[in-house]
T-cell receptor, first 117, second 114 residues
């Protein structure tokens, strides 16, 4: 149980284009999903927290207009990197949490490797 | 805020030996702790968790120890196998003030020698 998927696993795009990454909880309903970014040999950096049906809460320094997050259902959240630039190249990871009654452990997706040329 | 590591400490062990990975956590008000395993190019995988009202918790081949006095968390892996090679992260959740978000440790790279 507690499986989270991400799609795509890898994406290469040209500078200036937008890229959408999907995060799905496959066998549970996720009231909260999190989006992280990870640089090589570093721990995960939280970008934003999204609750189903409400606006995402962004961490300090993360541009909400640059990284659009939509959590339209209890099993799907999307992250759109708009007008991507080479410095946006990174490993993006989502996680999902059932909520207070289902526990607060975050279960992670396999990650999406983004390369912006 | 979340801690971001600048480098990864490395632990190298022989296959079959026991491994101990240590973590110093930052917030004395944290009440929930989790160990994650991250293999190269993959997302973190939940290993084991422990709440602050416990000192020890055992899973399959893994044991987590919590010492609240010195804010120290450890992960013990018995009979370490090559498949255990990965980066291990501890994470904590403070009991108030941050919406139950994870605060990450720096991570330790475990290398298992056959």
């Amino acid at each position: 149980g507690a499986v989270v998927s991400q799609h795509p696993s890898r994406v290469i795009c040209k500078s200036g284009t937008s890229v959408k990454i999907e995060c799905r909880s496959l066998d549970f309903q996720a009231t909260t999903m999190f989006w992280y970014r990870q640089f090589p040999k570093q721990s995960l950096m939280l970008m934003a927290t999204s609750n189903e049906g409400s606006k995402a809460t962004y961490e300090q320094g993360v541009e909400k207009d640059k990284f659009l997050i939509n959590h339209a259902s209890l099993t799907l959240s999307t992250l759109t990197v708009t007008s991507a630039h080479p410095e946006d190249s990174s490993f993006y990871i989502c996680s999902a949490r059932e909520g207070a009654e289902g526990g607060e452990t975050q279960y992670f997706g396999p990650g999406t490797r983004l390369l912006v040329l | 805020g979340e801690s971001v590591g600048l480098h990864l400490p490395t632990l190298s062990v022989q296959e079959g030996d026991n491994s101990i990975i240590n973590c110093a956590y930052s917030n004395s008000a944290s009440d929930y702790f989790i160990w994650y395993k991250q293999e190269s190019g993959k997302g973190p995988q939940f290993i084991i968790d422990i709440r602050s009202n416990m000192d020890k918790r055992q899973g399959q081949r893994v044991t987590v120890l919590l010492n609240k006095t010195v804010k120290h968390l450890s992960l013990q892996i018995a009979a370490t196998q090559p498949g255990d090679s990965a980066v291990y992260f501890c994470a904590e959740i403070p009991n108030a003030g941050n919406n139950r978000k994870l605060i990450w440790g720096l991570g330790t790279s475990l290398a298992v020698n056959p």
